[in-house]
């Protein structure tokens, strides 16, 4: 059994940063990509960045250039770094730990972010 635990959502001013964590324990910890993803009510799930092993990690256009995805194997932690935060990036960021590139794989129970004006 695989567990994905998010970390690091909050609250914070416009222009402030946050970094979330991403956390993957359990069996077959030895995941090839990880996504990450953010809802608001009503809305489906976006995909923010799809980042592979190889280093190659890609950006929905609104976040790049703000966010960046890092990753610690030896914690099985990934991590999105966010900055310069508007209040349209308010959402629940999910991150979904993949052992396939294209493959949606686990996913964790959800951060909340909310960025004030």
């Known amino acids: 059994q695989v567990q994905v635990v998010e970390s690091g959502g909050g609250l914070v001013q416009a222009g402030g940063s946050l970094r979330l964590s991403c956390a993957v324990s359990?069996?077959?910890?030895?995941?090839?990509?990880f996504a990450w993803y953010r809802q608001t009510p009503g809305k489906q799930r976006e995909l923010v960045a799809l980042s592979a092993s190889n280093g190659r990690t890609d950006y929905e256009p609104s976040v790049k250039g703000r966010f960046t995805t890092s990753w610690d194997n030896a914690k099985n932690t990934v991590y999105l770094q966010m900055t310069n935060l508007k209040p349209e990036d308010t959402a629940v960021y999910y991150c979904?730990?993949?052992?396939?590139?294209?493959?949606?794989?686990?996913w964790g129970q959800g951060t909340q972010v909310t960025v004030s004006s």
């Open positions: 359990g069996s077959a910890t030895n995941m090839q990509a």
């Open positions: 979904n730990a993949r052992r396939l590139l294209y493959q949606s794989g686990f």
